[in-house]
T-cell receptor, first 112, second 113 residues
Framework: GAVVSQHPSRVICKSGTSVKIECRSLDFQATTMFWYRQFPKQSLMLMATSNEGSKATYEQGVEKDKFLINHASLTLSTLTVTSAHPEDSSFYIC????????FGPGTRLTVL | GDSVTQMEGPVTLSEEAFLTINCTYTATGYPSLFWYVQYPGEGLQLLLKATKADDKGSNKGFEATYRKETTSFHLEKGSVQVSDSAVYFCALIPTGGGNKLTFGTGTQLKVEL
């Protein structure tokens, strides 16, 4: 099946810094990718839909200036958490669609 | 809006026990229904799906039947193994909803020898 990778798998950063998370479709092209956030013992929450070559579509309540999404190519979408704070600590998961939805392994962000 | 409700975990079973994880949904029309599994340290993987009422999705010994009358999609397996230990997510895509998945909160399953 199709493979989606994320990098890094874990990141620890200081409060106030920015962190970039990459999502790649390894063996297929994805015009649309999705970014989710998963809190402990809670559901995956869709943050935004990333469209190649155009602006991302954010879900209600998600700050687009804080969570910058860039879908620069058909195989890469990036999520940048700007000026991160401890409350941004979470598990971030991306997915890409190609005759089905395939998920990346997730990135654990810890903001100190 | 659309939502998915799952039973809270963790669910702890002995190997070869029967598994049921309940899932009910709220949505208009006929959504597509899914079960995803997340093994430790890995991303979500599609386990099975059903796209219309009375459909039964099945994979790796797991089954779930789309029940429109009870708005349910309960996951079952007749005999669980230790390797089935994971978090299971029920999800839906609403009628005409494109690619947007709405997830339940996940149910952790622990299978012991």
């Amino acid at each position: 099946g199709a493979v989606v990778s994320q990098h890094p798998s874990r990141v620890i950063c200081k409060s106030g810094t920015s962190v970039k998370i990459e999502c790649r479709s390894l063996d297929f092209q994805a015009t649309t990718m999705f970014w989710y956030r998963q809190f402990p013992k809670q559901s995956l929450m869709l943050m935004a839909t990333s469209n190649e070559g155009s602006k991302a579509t954010y879900e209600q309540g998600v700050e687009k200036d804080k969570f910058l999404i860039n879908h620069a190519s058909l195989t890469l979408s990036t999520l940048t958490v700007t000026s991160a704070h401890p409350e941004d600590s979470s598990f971030y998961i991306c997915s890409a669609r190609e005759r089905g939805t395939f998920f990346g392994p997730g990135t654990r962000l810890t903001v100190l | 809006g659309d939502s998915v409700t799952q039973m809270e975990g963790p669910v702890t079973l002995s190997e070869e026990a029967f598994l049921t994880i309940n899932c009910t949904y709220t949505a208009t029309g006929y959504p597509s229904l899914f079960w995803y599994v997340q093994y430790p340290g890995e991303g979500l993987q599609l386990l099975l799906k059903a796209t219309k009422a009375d459909d039964k999705g099945s994979n790796k010994g797991f089954e779930a039947t789309y029940r429109k009358e009870t708005t349910s999609f309960h996951l079952e397996k007749g005999s669980v193994q230790v390797s089935d230990s994971a978090v299971y997510f029920c999800a839906l895509i609403p009628t005409g909803g494109g690619n947007k998945l709405t997830f339940g909160t996940g149910t952790q399953l622990k299978v012991e020898l």
